[in-house]
């Protein structure tokens, strides 16, 4: 009995949701990381939103066990969580202009939740005052890291679309989507 459950699809898109996380041991900027290019790619390209929710979560998750777990990490995550969801939304309408939206979208999302974690957070919160002005004061502070958040999200998703349909062209079996019609 053939396995439907690995496809040429799942592989290719598992392999390199992998390899973008690996390169979060490169050294880089504070927040140009792949972390939701991964999300929107996985929730893109995979026809299970639990697998498309798996996939990158098991990955930082992997990768956070070597660079180190933290208290704000439950904003990254749903953050990603989010990001997984939006790209789910386009999967029937990958484009430049819908994969750029959604990479902004995220980006937005990330920077609203992730500073969220970090005021709420004792150790990192301490810093602001837990009132409606310290959360502003806690956001205007995070400015400066959204332009790499931003960036690093258009860069990564452009890297994996484009390499997803660039492959797609040469490998005729990574159209079939995990063997379900959408």
Known sequence: MKNHLITPRLI??????????????????P?????????????????????????????????DAFI?????????????????LLGYMIRNAQNFLTVTGMSFAS?????????????????????????????LLCYEAALPFFRNTLFSNLLYAGALFGAFHLVREMVPSLIRVDNKKR
């Open 107 to 135: 980006a937005v999302l990330f920077f609203l939740l992730s500073n969220l974690a970090v005021w709420t957070n004792p150790a990192t919160g301490a810093a602001y005052p837990q009132d409606l002005p310290g959360l």
């Open 31 to 63: 927040n140009f990381t792949p972390v939701l290019a991964m999300g929107l790619f996985a929730g893109a390209t995979l026809s299970s939103f639990w697998l498309a929710l798996l996939i990158p979560c098991a990955a930082m998750l992997l990768s």
């Open 12 to 29: 290719f898109v598992a392999s390199a949701i992998l390899l973008a996380a690996a390169s979060r041991f490169i050294p880089h900027a």
């Open 68 to 84: 180190g777990f933290h208290g704000t990490m439950w904003g990254v995550y749903l953050a990603t969580a989010i990001a997984v």
